[in-house]
């Protein structure tokens, strides 16, 4: 319905690039520069803010250190497509389009991908060695090319959600499986992520699925349609790997007989809202169009767009409003060559909630697209993939907000060999007495690579009150229920099939068995 034209040409390659439209008016583009420069007013207040993995509180998100931070991001498509890469190599460098998106005021990247590429050997399409260009590329895999972009963003201060956008690179599906991918490969798919970036938090979070549309319900209790539970089973098995992670959970089509955009209709979270194992790592998602796109009712009211911010308290401004969790407007874009489209982006943005005004106690956002060649919104790029839409960028200047400091690390080795085997680990955690005031535990770190370790890491969350007192074999840290526990100097190398162990004390006991994921450093 809404999104077949869109989705249809996302899958173009170069080849099939469609013109964007003429824009806006040089009166906007003067207007956009003042925009701009309140934004940078705010960004440099708390320019430090987003480090490490975060968490919510409320309707805010906050970083390691409790600050608040703000999502103020763009999509930059491809993994998802038949070329399983971000588009656009074929014209640049990958460090070149990240760099620039980071100097033009963008803190986050939404990157959508399909199953397809954790397939193993799944080999990108349409990418541009030539003149160096992405030439640590060369050779690697869809999942290794993906490495290189979080390994570079992390470097560089941008912070990365993972978009399940497609089963797989043939068009999007209306619920979570299909056939051919179903939700056990999903889940899979999901926690195999999770797992591989574990430690790393340039990666703050995953988007479980895009865009659930009808037949797909919320709160029908029809566990073959009900997004809602699908949501549940899948975050919590996202957390189960990293519970440090962010869950995005997108709304549906249809609620109750309202309909709205693919996605975009959170109404059903006040009767039946998302229950994870592990609190303050939720975060509901949106999408919202213009005319470009499709037509809504709500375009045509004698009252538009004056109507427009009723329509969004509807379907998932309440969410904000009521301090239920935080909105992220997930996607959000036009070609801005109508009256009604400039009309709606520019009422979009109040409403989202200036940051010089607001700070982080906003909405946050990531805006459709980088790339030029979505079909029925264009990019902040045009054709030529070099040259910046001024004018729609400048739309968004008072809604950027501060970047994040650089650093990254963990997760999968950022060079590895191309083409060859990459350091895996699994952990194992194991309760050996628990006496009621206290608890002795061990965990088995096993290499499940075919190359040997040369370090590891362990995180796992309790979901009580659980501290460790006393730990031997390594070395760990603890943020409330999470540890992260780090090898000693003499048992970091595991040759591949190899195991190594650490114990520890704990207090009070009753803890149980928490889920563990184990990252190679």
């Known amino acids: ?21 003429a824009g806006a008016q040089a009166a906007d583009a003067a207007r956009s520069g003042e925009l701009r420069a309140t934004a940078d007013v705010a960004a440099d207040v708390a320019a430090e803010a987003g480090a490490g993995y975060w968490h919510t509180s409320g309707r805010q998100i906050l970083d390691a250190a409790g600050q608040p931070v703000r999502i103020a991001g763009i999509n930059w498509f ?38 397809d590429i954790l397939k193993p050997g799944t080999m990108p399409d349409s990418v541009n060695y030539a003149d160096g260009k992405n030439a640590d590329l060369r050779g690697l895999t869809s999942l290794q090319v993906m490495d290189r972009i979080v390994a570079y963003a992390g470097q560089i201060g941008l912070k990365i959600v993972l978009d399940r956008h497609r089963p797989d690179a043939g068009g999007q599906s209306a619920l979570w499986y299909t056939s051919a991918v179903p939700e056990s490969t999903w889940i ?3 926690k195999a992520l999770a797992t591989r ?25 029809d566990t073959t349609r009900d997004w809602r539970l699908a949501a549940q089973r899948a975050g919590n098995a996202v957390l189960s790997a990293n519970p440090n992670l962010l869950v995005m959970v997108e709304g549906v089509q249809s609620y109750n007989g309202v309909n709205g955009w ?9 009767q039946y809202p998302v229950q994870l194992d592990v609190p303050n790592r939720l975060v509901y998602s949106a999408h919202d169009y213009a005319t470009s796109v499709a037509q809504q009712p709500w375009f045509s009211d004698p009252s538009f767009p004056d109507n427009l911010p009723g329509v969004w308290d509807k379907y998932w401004g309440y969410i904000f409003k009521q301090n239920i969790a935080p909105v992220w407007l997930g996607e959000f874009g036009t070609t801005l060559q109508s009256a009604a489209d400039q009309k709606w982006l520019t009422t979009l943005v109040t409403y989202l909630r200036s940051t010089s005004t607001y700070g982080a106690d906003s909405f946050h956002w990531t805006f459709w697209s980088w790339n030029p060649n979505s079909g029925d919104t264009g990019g902040i790029l045009k054709d030529d993939w070099q040259t910046v839409d001024t004018v729609k960028d400048g739309y968004l200047a008072s809604i950027k907000a501060p970047g994040f400091p650089a650093g990254g690390g963990g997760g999968p080795d950022p060079d590895p060999d191309p083409g060859g085997p990459t350091a895996t680990c699994t952990a194992a955690y194991s309760v050996s007495s628990d006496w009621g005031g206290g608890f002795n535990a061990e965990v088995k770190v096993t290499n499940t690579g075919a190359v040997p370790l040369k370090s590891w890491k362990v995180t796992w969350t309790w979901r009580g009150t659980q501290k460790v007192t006393s730990m031997w074999n390594a070395s760990h840290t603890q943020s409330g229920g999470t540890v992260t526990a780090s090898n000693a100097d003499h048992n970091g190398g595991i040759a591949a ?4 162990s650490f114990g520890f004390s704990g207090a009070p006991g009753g803890g149980g068995v928490p889920g563990v994921s184990c990252t190679a450093t």
Request: proline share 5%.
């Open 188 to 190: 899979a798919n999901l």
């Open 78 to 115: 491809g993994f998802e497509t038949g070329n399983h890469v971000v588009h656009g190599l074929w014209a640049r460098d990958y460090k070149s389009m990240l760099d620039q998106m980071t100097s033009l005021g963008y803190n986050t990247l939404r990157l959508p991908f399909s199953d």
């Open 1 to 21: 319905m809404f999104r077949s034209l869109r989705r249809a040409l996302c899958v173009a390659a170069a080849a099939l690039l469609l013109p964007l439209g």
């Open 197 to 221: 970036y574990a430690g790393n938090p340039t990666v703050i979070g995953i988007d479980l699925h895009n865009e659930p549309h009808d037949p797909a319900c919320w709160g029908c209790g």
């Open 497 to 500: 099939g190899g195991s190594a």
């Open 262 to 270: 693919w996605g975009g209709n959170l109404m059903g979270v006040a």
